[in-house]
């Protein structure tokens, strides 16, 4: 069985640049994540959804974060514009219940210069 | 609100001699508490949770943590330490009212270095 699965792993881009992250979850979960560690710091949740349905969005910093989920699949994360202080490693994570256990996929690195 | 202290950046020890990595929690209701380990280049995989009922869990490659109500700790522990457990280890907290299930809060993380 495949895992969740990240693109790109790293992306170097400049200040006001826009990068568009893509995950793809276990096939059959319903509920898709979204984490961020920045800085070497603590795992910061951004959202979820459950199928292509926004569950929660009070973690997304500001206006500049877009999450779509179409069809209840794959998600994106678009960030636009690019600023400094969004470098960080963002994660993944599916679940098809409510065990507690999340499945992370590998991460992306986003360098913003 | 709830948050998640791992007050030890790293933890070194020698193969063989028991690991122990700390964590304290805060949360408005009762916790629900889970611990990770990120070997590099990969993603984060589940050990352990906590949701209810004795409070020594017992998680996937010999580890196991024990829920401390009075202390609010989770601490993570392997008897006997192995050169392959060397990576990053995230606690992990929900508070059961969360909106989301899957909102937790994380540490900062700790790095367990074992030596041979």
């Known amino acids: 069985e495949a895992g969740v699965t990240q693109f790109p792993s790293h992306s170097v881009i400049e200040k006001g640049q826009t990068v568009t992250l893509r995950c793809d979850p276990i096939?059959?979960?319903?509920?898709l994540y979204w984490y961020r560690r920045v800085m070497g710091k603590e795992i910061k949740f951004l959202l979820h959804?459950?199928?292509?349905?926004?569950?929660?969005e009070s973690g997304m910093p500001n206006n500049r974060f877009l999450a779509e989920r179409t069809g209840g699949t794959y998600s994106t994360l678009k960030v636009q514009p690019a600023e400094l202080e969004d470098s960080g490693v963002y994660f993944c994570?599916?679940?098809?219940?409510?065990?507690?256990?999340?499945?992370f996929g590998e991460g992306s690195r986003l360098t913003v210069l | 609100a709830q948050s998640v202290a791992q007050p030890e950046d790293q933890v070194n020890v020698a193969e063989g001699n028991p690991l122990t990595v700390k964590c304290t929690y805060s949360?408005?209701?009762?916790?629900?508490l889970f611990w990770y380990v990120q070997y590099p280049n990969r993603g984060l995989q589940f050990l352990l949770k906590?949701?209810?009922?004795?409070?020594l869990v017992k998680g996937s490659y010999g580890f196991e943590a024990e829920f401390n109500k009075s202390q609010t700790s989770f601490h993570l522990k392997k008897p006997s330490a192995l050169v392959s457990d060397s990576a990053l280890y995230f606690c992990?907290?929900?508070?059961?009212?969360?909106?989301?299930?899957?909102?937790?809060?994380f540490g900062a993380g700790t790095q367990v270095v074992v030596t041979p």
């Open positions: 096939s059959g979960h319903d509920n």
């Open positions: 959804f459950v199928k292509e349905s926004k569950q929660d």
């Open positions: 994570a599916s679940s098809q219940d409510y065990t507690g256990e999340l499945f």
């Open positions: 992990a907290v929900r508070d059961m009212w969360a909106d989301s299930w899957g909102k937790f809060q």
């Open positions: 906590y949701i209810t009922g004795d409070n």
């Open positions: 949360v408005s209701g009762n916790p629900y």
